[in-house]
């Protein structure tokens, strides 16, 4: 059972869902913590439920990132088994404090409004302004209507959606339409790891990169590449050599503050002919970026494996990480610093290494 937050619905909010037939209303928290109240800011009689859900992303594009809560009145159009929809905004960079607030006190809100006036299929929590959208409004109701997902479920169906699969058990279900599945961009390419859930094609020139590693004579080659949605492709960010360990970081800070909060890959020459490699996903990058990287994630390293094997060369180390100062380089340091001074041992002739320090918090 879920933490509840004790905060409780107010006199007036239950009066305004009481009287409450058509158009829309957003619900927020009382700024002493203590009540959810309507949002007197936001009014709306809009009975199209498109036109009110532009009315909703403009006024919550001025309060973004604070949570609201939505009740929407259905049309009879809709052909709904309920007469509204409930919507708990929780945007991903909403300050800490407010999504804990919100998250534990969805379920009391909705028990109090009546749980019987919301249908599953119209009960939404969405994070992205972008979500605030007929389109995805319809889509949201349909998936929902085919029961609940896992969360494994889930994630493959946003990744399936992003690269515009259509699945080939939604055609057997008419028995005059033929199923259909369009290719995914790996597909084409023979190269890539399929199998492996690697389902992007790795553009030529990071390909090219991958495959002159074993020429690199010096330490510190560090390359940086992401995935690009919009032409599903793998592709190359930058590409530096003369990198040093205790400086791994700032470089890969310095790319991010030019991309933004996005996820990336990296692989690292630490030390000779051993490479580790860095997926990081930071705190403000969206859902769906997150689950593409992430479905994406050990299909790759399969990929860099195939290629680096037959060059005599090793990733070794994997590093999976939220923001970038979460990055520990120790390990990195003590293998440069064994290869350097190979007779670094103990009187026994044992090799000594310097224990792990914690992780960042």
């Known amino acids: 059972m879920s933490t509840q937050s004790g905060i409780v619905s107010s006199e007036g909010l239950l009066d305004t869902f009481k009287n409450f037939k058509s158009g829309s209303f957003v619900i927020k928290v009382s700024s002493d913590n203590t009540q959810l109240i309507v949002d007197d800011e936001f009014q709306s009689k809009e009975t199209d439920v498109s036109k009110a859900l532009l009315e909703l992303n403009k006024y919550i594009s001025g309060i973004y990132p604070h949570p609201v809560y939505i009740i929407l009145a259905l049309s009879s159009t809709l052909n709904s088994n309920s007469d509204y929809a409930f919507i708990s905004f929780i945007p991903d960079v909403a300050p800490i404090r407010e999504k804990m607030l919100y998250a534990s006190t969805k379920n009391t809100l909705l028990t109090q409004l ?24 319809k889509h949201s109701s349909e998936v929902q209507e085919d029961g609940p997902l896992t969360h494994e479920e889930k994630t493959l ?33 023979p190269s890539s790891t399929s199998g492996g859930v690697l389902m992007f094609t790795v553009d030529s020139e990071l390909e090219s990169e991958f495959k002159v590693l074993s020429q690199n004579t010096d330490n ?26 205790a400086s791994l970081v700032n470089d890969l800070e310095s790319v991010t503050e030019k991309r933004g909060a996005h996820p990336l890959f990296a692989l690292y020459n630490y030390s000779t002919n051993k490479f580790a490699f860095v997926y990081s996903c930071p705190s403000g990058s969206k859902v769906k970026e997150r689950m593409v990287y992430a479905s994406n994630k050990q299909g790759l390293i399969n990929h860099l494996r195939d290629i680096t094997e037959s060059d005599e060369l090793l990733i070794d180390k994997i590093f999976e990480i939220g923001d970038l100062d979460e990055l520990e380089v120790n390990e990195l340091e003590i293998s440069q610093n064994e ?23």
């Open 114 to 137: 009546g749980s019987n006036n919301f249908s599953k299929s119209h009960i939404f929590a969405w994070t992205e302004l972008d979500e605030l959208s007929f389109e995805n409004f």
């Open 157 to 189: 169906q946003e990744v399936n959606s992003l690269q515009g699969l259509t699945l080939a058990e939604s055609g057997a279900r008419r028995s005059n339409d033929t199923a259909y599945k369009k290719k995914l961009a790996s597909m084409h390419d």
């Open 220 to 245: 510190g080659k560090l390359i940086i590449f992401g995935i690009n949605l919009d032409n599903e492709g793998m592709e190359l960010i930058s590409s530096t050599t003369g990198v040093k360990s």
């Open 339 to 361: 290869e350097k001074n190979p007779a670094s041992t103990t009187r026994n002739g044992l090799k000594f290494t310097k224990p792990k320090g914690p992780r960042r918090r």
